[in-house]
Every structure is written in structure tokens, then in C-alpha cells.
């Protein structure tokens, strides 16, 4: 064997390596972010609960009888500035661990990168009618929607706010070009159709690294749990450990 070829094989094994490296680091790296922002979340739910205890009682009726809330009644928060936190997502089966939040507009840097999920600006908001669309990583960033190609259908997706629990239900998945954005529409894929559901979005790469296509999974709106009620069943219903 030459030196040269010695030389070449020494090259290639030392490049293995150092793509290995970067791989096991690069996952070790969006396990450490995704187990912090998963923290964060996990406090911003439990502030707003906090905030839930302290609140004053409803307004009494003149008869000395708690004003009887609308139970028909959707709260539906208004869309907040850029960059702000509003609502967290979970998925159960992705683990009872999984939880991110969710902060408004999907700039690459301010938000995708410090492991949000991004909510498209002026899409629908948690239960409003039309297309509540959000855009996750599923490399690098803590990757919050890396598992997102395992969704089942009927699985809960779930959006917490201050007024409670949003709960979707997952139906389906396609894979489009970046230049797709009509799954963005108030009615996914339809053009020129005026909303007539509540529909959630998720849009992130596929495959992973890929930035030339888009997996995209769309689930509607099932019911909406107020924070008086406490939590939902759907949030505990078939999690993984």
C-alpha cells in the first residue's frame, strides 16, 4: 500500500470521526436546550396557575350568586407583539416531559433558534376560528418538533394559555415544498375559503437538515378546558414514559 493511499485512509477515518463527534454533539446540545426550555415552559404553566389561585372571585348577581360563566364561551387571547410568549404546547405522545413554549412570529434567530415554537404572525390564535399555524426546529435549538413524524391520528395536541387548555386533535400529515404556503390559508391548502373551522398548523423540515421541504401536520379544535376546571384529561391520555 503507498503512502498516499495510507495518507487517504488516515484522512477518511479522521473525518468520520470528526462527523461523529459533531453529530453527538450537536444531539447532546439540543438535549441539554430541550430539557431547559421544557423547564421554562413547565415554570410559565405553573405562574399562570399562581395567577389563576390569587385572582379574585367572579362578580356576585344580586341574589349572592356567582355571575354563572358562558360555558359555550371560547376565550380567545389577542394576537400579542413579536417575540411574545402566550401559550404552551404539549403533545403526550412525546412523554409526559414534552412542553414548549409558544411565542408569536417565527423570525429564524429571535425565536426558532432559542427553541420556541413560532406562531406565524396573523394566523388564528388558540381557539379562534381559522388556522392557528406554528413552525418548530427538528435539529438543533432543543428541536421541540423533532418527534412531530410520529404523530398518530386522534393524538391531543394541547395549548395552554392564562384562560385554560386548548385541545386539537391530529389528523393528518403531507409533505410539500418550502414554497407551499397555502397550508398556512384559514382553511389549510384552500384558497380564497373564509375559515370554517378552528384548525392548528405544525410546519418544520423534512427530512431533518433539509431545508427545501416541509413536513406539515393538521389537527382541529375539540374543546376548550378553563383554568378553574384544571387540567384536561387529553394531556394525560396515552403519554409514553
Known amino acids: 500500500m503507498s503512502v498516499i493511499s495510507v495518507f487517504g485512509e488516515l484522512l477518511l477515518t479522521a473525518g468520520m470521526v470528526m462527523l461523529l463527534f459533531v453529530s453527538w454533539q450537536m444531539w447532546f446540545g439540543d438535549m441539554i ?17 399562581t395567577q389563576a389561585e390569587e385572582a379574585p372571585t367572579p362578580a356576585e348577581t ?3 350568586e356567582p355571575e354563572p360563566a358562558d360555558p359555550a364561551a371560547i376565550p380567545v387571547l389577542a394576537e400579542p407583539e413579536p417575540g411574545a410568549e402566550f401559550g404552551i ?25 432559542k427553541g420556541h415554537i413560532g406562531h406565524y404572525e396573523g394566523s388564528a390564535m388558540p381557539g379562534a376560528d381559522g388556522n392557528m399555524a406554528v413552525a418548530a ?9 423533532d418527534p412531530v413524524d410520529r404523530l398518530v391520528v386522534g393524538d391531543a395536541i394541547v395549548i395552554q394559555t392564562q384562560d385554560g387548555w386548548y385541545t386539537y386533535r391530529f389528523r393528518n400529515v403531507e409533505y410539500v415544498q ?4 397555502e397550508v398556512l390559508n384559514p382553511v389549510p391548502q384552500q384558497v380564497d375559503l373564509s375559515a370554517n373551522g378552528k384548525y392548528l398548523t405544525l410546519t418544520s423540515c ?10 406539515i401536520s393538521y389537527a382541529v379544535f375539540e374543546e376548550f378546558t378553563p383554568t378553574s376546571a384544571g387540567p384536561p384529561a387529553s394531556l394525560t391520555e396515552g403519554v409514553s414514559a
Open 206 to 215: 423534512a427530512p431533518k437538515l433539509n431545508m427545501l421541504e416541509r413536513i
Open 62 to 64: 344580586p341574589t349572592g
Open 137 to 145: 426546529h427538528r435539529w438543533t435549538s432543543g428541536a421541540p418538533f
Open 89 to 113: 404546547m404539549y403533545i403526550p405522545r412525546f412523554g409526559p416531559d414534552w412542553q414548549f413554549t409558544i411565542a408569536n412570529g417565527t423570525a429564524k434567530k429571535a425565536i426558532l433558534d
Open 178 to 181: 418550502d414554497t407551499a404556503i
Open 33 to 49: 436546550i430541550g430539557s431547559q426550555k421544557q423547564a421554562e415552559a413547565a415554570a410559565l404553566a405553573q405562574q399562570w396557575q
